[in-house]
């Protein structure tokens, strides 16, 4: 055993292609002003691999009908491989059974079902519920909303000068009125990773149920939601090299067979008459109408992709790209990161002295760089940091140092249009 051990330990380290990868996305073989093009929003959103393409294309020449419903070839195909997403999903994320996975359109969907389905019904005049200063808008309006239903209070957790959440002030946070904790696992504007594992154990230590939003972690890092032990986890397809219109809430199976309909229509009763409705067991009851029956599938589809791709490899590979960024934008006169926290996904939001971001962002199209300007959802973060908006480049698989010295030199082409 020891001499097993030790080969093992000689084994060099994973490594990812980013070139090859890029093959397999039709979109980044164009050219733009140019040049070729450099696609650096992807906590915006991602691009999309033909695999993917394909099984969406698949779905509608060979297979299109509504499912659940038709007792013919097509519906029953249809309907294969719609529940056959949803258990690739289980699988993606660890969940302990397909039903406690609910399709819905996307990340605010899913924190918005939470907000009215499963927290409103629970709150009093005087309730808490305890969130961050870096949430994403989709995390802080939906829970306003209860708030101004039910007399209820956000708690808002500070962030450190580096981006990070105060971990003595959220402890501080947690008391006797609070009702529930819903926090982002990965900031879509600073990159922090926020130590969630812990976070949950914290709440759960006074019994309150916790909703994590993940839909900038799972396209860079693995989630095992039973290892962190949430009560619910949010997040997007589309961030995640999948369609857009598509997203899932993972809720543990007794909540959800608790909790209310979040909207009511066909295929998620059991019975209708005009004096009573019985509902469908979870997920079913939360799934009304036709759902995104494609957008199911090519989330499927985007999940077997991810999955071919050793996680410690792209971890290595987003991390390598997020240190030669940092390295360069700290050695450009007159640039600032903003958020600069620690434990960081490959997010790197920054400033230009005397520039603003969206005049970078302009010229960086020019340069066929394509990144994210403005406040990214997140007007509170940009508040605390004292700026009105922020540049932003975040990195996906696909990503390569060249799109880092492309990014560089670009902003050399800002640095010489303002200084003249």
Avoid at 11 to 35: C, K, S, W, Y
Avoid at 63 to 79: F, K, M, P
Avoid at 183 to 195: D, E, M, R, W
Avoid at 294 to 307: K, M, V, W
């Amino acid at each position: 055993m020891t001499s097993i051990r030790a080969a093992r330990s000689r084994r060099p380290p994973a490594t990812l292609d980013a070139e090859q990868l890029r093959a397999d996305f039709p979109i980044l073989q164009q050219e733009h002003e140019g040049n070729p093009l450099v696609y650096l929003d992807n906590a915006a959103t991602s691009q999309k691999p033909t695999q993917v393409i394909r099984a969406l294309q698949h779905f509608y020449e060979e297979h299109n009908a509504n499912i659940h419903r038709g007792v013919y070839y097509l519906s029953e195909q249809a309907t294969a491989a719609y529940d056959a997403a949803r258990t690739k999903v289980q699988t993606f994320i660890n969940a302990a059974r397909a039903g406690e996975i609910v399709f819905v359109r996307g990340t605010t969907e899913a924190v918005n079902l939470v907000a009215q389905s499963f927290v409103r019904p629970m709150l009093e005049a005087g309730d808490e519920i305890v969130l961050s200063q870096m949430e994403h808008h989709s995390n802080i309006v939906p829970w306003q909303l209860v708030c101004e239903a039910t007399g209820a209070r956000l708690r808002v957790v500070p962030i450190t000068d580096e981006g990070a959440l105060d971990l003595d002030e959220y402890a501080k946070a947690l008391n006797d009125r609070t009702k529930f904790v819903t926090l982002v696992h990965v900031s879509n504007s600073l990159g922090t990773i926020n130590p969630v594992k812990e976070l949950v154990r914290l709440a759960h230590d006074r019994q309150i149920p916790v909703l994590l939003d993940g839909a900038q972690a799972v396209p860079h890092m693995p989630v095992d939601v039973q290892d962190l032990d949430c009560d619910f986890y949010a997040f997007s397809g589309h961030k995640m090299f999948g369609p857009t219109g598509i997203g899932v809430l993972y809720g543990k199976a007794e909540h959800l067979e608790a909790m209310p309909p979040y909207q009511g229509g066909g295929d998620m009763i059991r019975s209708v008459s005009f004096e009573a409705t019985q509902y469908a067991p979870a997920p079913s009851k939360f799934e009304a109408g036709t759902p995104h029956i494609a957008g199911a599938i090519g989330l499927g589809a985007a999940i077997d992709y991810l999955q071919a791709i050793d996680p410690k490899a792209l971890a290595a590979h987003e991390q390598a790209l997020l240190a030669r960024t940092t390295e360069v934008l700290c050695a450009m006169p007159g640039v600032r990161l903003i958020g600069t926290a620690t434990d960081k996904a490959s997010v790197v939001s920054f400033v230009l002295d005397g520039v603003h971001a969206h005049d970078v962002g302009t010229i960086l199209d020019q340069q066929g760089v394509c990144i994210r300007t403005g406040h990214h959802c997140t007007q509170p973060v940009m508040e605390r940091m004292g700026v009105p908006a922020t540049a932003r480049a975040s990195y996906a698989l696909y990503n390569t140092a060249a799109d880092v010295d492309a990014l560089a030199n670009a902003l050399c082409r800002v640095r010489e249009v303002f200084a003249g």
